[in-house]
C-alpha cells in the first residue's frame, strides 16, 4: 500500500504542564502537510508513545484526523509489547477517523519469531485497518526477522514495513520476497536515499519535521532519474540528519522546532530537554542550512 515516500514521525506537543497542546498540534500537523509530509505516523516513539495514556493516544488520534481532513494519510501507533492490549488499542482507534495503524516490535518480554508472528497476526485479524509492522530492535531488543516480516507480508490487511534495522541487506530480502502491493519505509533518515534505491516506497523520518520539503525533493529527483542531484541533496541534510540523533530523540527535534517558532514544548520524563550547549550547538547548525535566520 502507498502511504506516500515522506511520512513524518510527528512529536507530541505538551504545553507548559506537560499536557497534549492540542492547538500547537494543530499547527504542527498544516505545518507538516503544507511542507513536504505525504503521511503522519502519531504517536511512535517520536511521539513519546512510552508516556502517552491509552485516552491521550485516542484523543491525538481523533483530533489530528480532524485536521488533517483527508488531505494526507494518518496512521495511529497502536502497538505494544501486550497483545491483547494492542487489540483493544486498535479497535478503539478504528473509531477515531484514522487511515492505518503501526505496530512496533513487541519489547522487553523478547518473544521467539513464532511469537512475534503470531502477535501482529492477532492484531491484524482484530482490524480491518491496514497494519504497517515497526522493526526496531535497538529500542525492542528483538529483530523480526526478514524471514517472519515475508510470512506477515501474505497477511491481506499487514500492507507495510517500518525498518530501522539498519540492515540495507535484509531490507532487500524482504523487498525482494514480499507482494508487489507491500512497501517498505525506512525509519533510519540517513538511509532513506540508499532504501530507495533497492526498492523502498521512502521514508519514516524525524528530521522531516524541519526538512520535509528537501527530503521531498531528493526522493523526487532520484524518481525522476535524476540521482546525481538526490545523492547532492542527501550529502547536503546528512549534517541536520545527524544533529536530530546527536542526543535521545525527540528532543533534539523538539528544540529545532521551537526554534523555528513551531511551538511544541518540551519532552516528558525520562526524556529530558537539550541543555543550554546542546541547544547553541544546535543553533549554530540550523542557519547553514537555512532552517532557522542566523543570529
Known sequence: MNFGHVLTA????????????????????NYLIANGSDGLVVAGTTGESPTLTDTEKLDLFRFVAQVANGRVPIIAGTGSN?????????????????DAIMLTTPYYNKPSQEGLYQHYQAVA???????????IPGRSAVAIAPETIIRLSEIQNIVAVKEASSDLAAMTTIISQTPEDFTLY????????????IGGQ??????????????????????????????????????????????????????ALNM?????????????PL????KQQLRQLLPAHKIIEAG
Not at 512529536?11 to 492540542?22: M, R
Not at 491483547?84 to 484514522?98: F, V
Not at 525506512?186 to 534505491?197: C, E, K, W
Not at 523555528?260 to 529530558?272: A, E, K, N, W
Open 82 to 98: 501486550n497483545t491483547r492490549a494492542s487489540i483493544a488499542l486498535t479497535k478503539q482507534a478504528e473509531q477515531t477517523g484514522i
Open 202 to 255: 521512502g521514508i519514516v523520518s524525524v528530521s522531516a519535521h524541519i526538512i520535509g520539503n528537501d527530503m521531498q525533493e531528493m526522493v523526487q529527483s532520484f524518481q525522476n532519474g535524476d540521482v546525481t542531484h538526490a545523492a547532492k541533496i542527501h550529502q547536503e541534510i546528512l549534517p541536520v540528519m545527524k544533529a536530530m540523533f546527536a542526543q535521545p530523540s525527540p528532543s533534539p527535534v523538539k528544540a
Open 186 to 197: 525506512s525509519g533510519d533518515d540517513d538511509l532513506a536515499l540508499p532504501v530507495l534505491a
Open 275 to 278: 541543555t543550554i550547549d546542546e
Open 125 to 135: 485479524a482484530a482490524t480491518s485497518l491496514p497494519v504497517m509492522l515497526y522493526n
Open 260 to 272: 523555528m517558532g513551531i511551538s511544541v514544548g518540551d519532552v516528558r520524563l525520562p526524556m529530558i
Open 10 to 29: 510527528m512529536v507530541t506537543p505538551f504545553d507548559q504542564n506537560g499536557d497534549i497542546d492540542f492547538d500547537a498540534t494543530r499547527t504542527l500537523v
